[in-house]
């Protein structure tokens, strides 16, 4: 059962353009909201969070939306540039700090 | 500081086999984890553990085995490899409370032949 459904699966955006991550979710329960960014050989690292108290958050050109009635988050990411080039993964956590990923979406863009 | 340090990084064994991922971190956190990522699914909890001596199981258990008999170590055992298992294998740390970051290591490429 996948609790946290991402979308797209791959994205190719041009240098300069918006890159839109979507993820939807189904546990109630989750609060606590969090983006990890994958280069290729790396492990994940986390890019941006959020809480569901919280309908926007912004960190530089990372701008994650949260709808708490519709249950989806969103990952923007303003301004793409090549060295956004990775695989970004949303991801959900309850109490206990262990997380639920989405499937993930590779972002490439191109200069 | 190095992080979280994951050995070895490639690994390819035969069906049947055993071996045991190591994990190690130096941020004196008390939660770890290990997951599993397979293409195109994410990422899914195998097991995880809140401090020494203490641990449960994730999402996909079955297969695997873990122990906890430091803060710094959680090592991750095979004990009957089966093809199933042909995964990149994450560890990952983070402080005692909740909502906290977690911080892996660049994973465990393993394959089972």
């Known amino acids: 059962q996948q609790q946290v459904k991402q979308s797209p699966q791959s994205l190719i955006v041009q240098k300069g353009g918006i890159s839109i991550i979507n993820c939807a979710y189904e546990?109630?329960?989750?609060?606590?909201f969090p983006w990890y960014q994958q280069f290729p050989g790396k492990g994940p690292a986390l890019l941006i969070a959020?809480?569901?108290?919280?309908s926007e958050k912004k960190e530089g050109r990372f701008t994650i939306s949260f709808n708490k009635s519709a249950k989806q988050f969103s990952l923007h990411i303003m301004d793409s540039q090549p060295g956004d080039s990775a695989t970004y993964f949303c991801?959900?956590?309850?109490?206990?700090?262990?997380?639920?990923f989405g499937g993930g979406t590779r972002v490439l863009v191109k200069p | 500081n190095a992080g979280v340090t994951q050995t070895p990084k490639f690994r390819i064994l035969k069906i049947g086999q055993s071996m045991t991922l190591q994990c190690t971190q130096d941020?004196?956190?008390?939660?770890m984890y290990w997951y599993r990522q397979d293409p195109g699914m994410g990422l899914k909890l195998i097991y995880y553990?809140?401090?020494?001596?203490?641990?449960d199981k994730g999402e996909v258990p079955n297969g695997y085995n873990v122990s906890r008999s430091t803060t710094e170590d959680f090592p991750l055992r095979l004990e009957l490899a089966a093809p199933s298992q042909t995964s990149v294998y994450f560890c990952?740390?983070?402080?005692?409370?909740?909502?906290?970051?977690?911080?892996f290591g660049d994973g465990t490429r393993l394959s089972i032949l």
């Open positions: 990952a740390s983070s402080y005692l409370s909740s909502n906290q970051p977690q911080h």
């Open positions: 546990n109630t329960a989750f609060d606590y």
């Open positions: 959020i809480r569901p108290d919280v």
């Open positions: 991801a959900a956590s309850t109490a206990g700090n262990k997380l639920t």
């Open positions: 941020m004196n956190h008390n939660y």
């Open positions: 553990s809140v401090g020494a001596g203490i641990t």
